[in-house]
């Protein structure tokens, strides 16, 4: 039977992503090989098993496997109709490399938060124009990989502690950013604060994330400007959407119609 396999690879503007890569085997196993990057799994269809370090492993539906840059590994279905699966590649600057010890000894994690909040990522990824989302949705998940591989309880050394400062500071550079957008490494360097504090910080103080803050933000001018008769071509580009569908998605989401409709029945 001739192999089948359905793969989409594309690298995101997000820093610390190498490349976003989603794909269909039905049969096709990877040789032993290496990867410059880390490499992000979770499957969201069958399973896989594979060798890391001369030992096997797996991929349940509920896991998320975090395989170490340099190391050799392989790969095949575990199932017989294949596995789809969802990977992200990342750069030293998400995960150092005195992590790569821990992640050989367990790389596959059983964490049903996490498994859930990559899942999100590659959602952000996806649209274009939500690469601030992508980026804040990562940032809490490299945390979190972090403490799975310092054998840190969630919650415990590294628990949150809020900042209404920093917090506050946040705010007033994303309303001086909203149109052109922020990243959130410039945020961290301006701000002088790592980035998980600031999203933490952030969600903590408000309630909701800085790229939904952002987003809301620009849904309101946006309204502003669809009341003045403005049309939402032109409105998706004076408001920093990606494009004429990245606002739609957006305002209807946090208005409950779309910016034509909107403005059709504004006075």
């Given amino acids: 039977m001739a192999e089948q396999a359905e793969v989409s690879a594309w690298r995101p503007r997000v820093p610390g992503v190498v490349e976003v890569f989603h794909a269909h085997f ?11 990057a880390w490499t992000l799994l979770i499957v969201d269809d069958g399973a896989v098993r594979y060798d ?7 991929t349940p539906h509920d896991t998320v496997s975090l395989l170490p840059p340099h190391v050799p590994h392989n790969g095949s279905p575990a199932t017989p109709h294949g596995f789809r699966k969802r990977v992200l590649y990342l750069d030293g600057s998400r995960l150092g490399d005195d992590l790569i010890g821990p992640a050989v000894d367990g790389p596959d994690l059983r964490d049903p938060v996490l498994r859930r909040r990559v899942g999100q990522v590659h959602g952000a990824l996806a649209r274009p124009g939500d690469e601030l989302e992508a980026e804040s949705r990562l940032t809490l998940v490299a945390e979190r990989l972090r403490e ?4 840190r309880e969630a919650g ?3 628990a949150f ?10 705010r007033e550079l994303l309303d001086e950013h909203v149109v052109d957008g922020l990243v ?11 980035p998980v504090h600031l999203v933490r910080a952030f969600s903590g103080a408000y309630g909701i994330a800085p790229h939904q803050y952002l987003m809301s933000r620009r849904v309101g001018r946006a309204r502003r400007l669809l009341l003045a008769g403005r049309n939402p071509a032109e409105v998706a580009a004076e408001t920093g959407f990606y494009d004429q569908a990245h606002l739609t998605r957006h305002f ?12 059709s029945r504004a006075r």
């Fill in 252 to 263: 209807k989401k946090l208005v409950g119609v779309t910016p034509g409709r909107y403005r």
């Fill in 26 to 36: 039905t049969e096709y196993a990877y040789p032993m090989h290496v990867h410059d």
């Fill in 161 to 170: 502690r809020r900042d209404p400062v920093l917090a506050r500071s946040l």
């Fill in 52 to 58: 890391l370090d001369r030992h096997e492993h797996g």
């Fill in 184 to 194: 959130l490494a410039d945020a961290a360097t301006l701000l002088h604060a790592h």
């Fill in 148 to 151: 799975h591989l310092r054998r």
């Fill in 156 to 158: 415990g050394a590294g």
